[in-house]
């Protein structure tokens, strides 16, 4: 009997890892960002008022971490993978990313990350409105660049990793977008 038992808890733990599913969102468990392999680190929902769904996000990193501010700060590839659950159109999206910005970086930080947002803004507007099973990725390079790659087409990258460390402190910061969001995708 314990053999059996034994048996079957070694079968499993040899199985590789399941991807995750978030309201109905499948996500792969791993990512290739710049020639490196990542794991998916954990997955959620995010939701406007607690009534709509806006989209799924998968954080990947080369390793799991439950550490917020060493992810932000890492000198290496990460991924935040959105999942669009609605459409929205350029203007809400980038709104979102500016609100998201705003509460977590200081007013001297956000000034002298203008240039960036606005190539970053660019970078949206190239890929416009977004619908419901859309995918945004925001791949964010050792070099400190951030790539943004629309339903598999890739845009230029904006170097800087200053607004890679930004950017990850939407989902990620002292004062995240949502806060059930940032525990889902911690869970390591």
């Known amino acids: 009997m314990k053999s059996t038992a034994m048996a079957l808890l070694l079968t499993a733990a040899s199985l590789p890892a399941l991807a ?24 959620g929902l995010r939701t406007k008022f607690g009534l709509a769904d806006v989209y799924v996000l998968g954080l990947y990193l080369q390793q799991k971490s439950t550490d917020a501010n060493a992810i932000i700060n890492e000198k290496a590839p990460r991924r935040v993978t959105l999942v669009m659950k609605r459409k929205l159109d350029t203007d809400t999206l980038q709104k979102a990313f500016h609100e ?14 203008q240039p960036k947002i606005k190539q970053l803004d660019a970078r949206l507007n190239e890929v416009g409105s977004v619908k419901q099973g859309d995918v945004l990725n925001l791949d964010f390079g ?18 800087g990793a200053d607004l890679s460390s930004a950017l990850l402190k939407i989902w990620l910061g002292a004062h995240p977008v949502q806060d059930s969001l940032k525990k889902d995708i911690l869970s390591g």
Do not use: C, F, M, P
């Open 20 to 43: 995750a599913q978030v309201s109905g969102v499948k996500l792969d468990d791993s990512a290739n960002v710049g020639g490196q392999q990542l794991v998916l680190n954990g997955a």
């Open 142 to 159: 050792a070099d400190g660049s951030t790539r943004i790659t629309y339903n598999g087409q890739q845009k230029e990258a904006v170097a």
């Open 100 to 113: 998201g910005l705003e509460a977590n970086v200081s007013k001297a930080e956000l000034q002298q990350l």
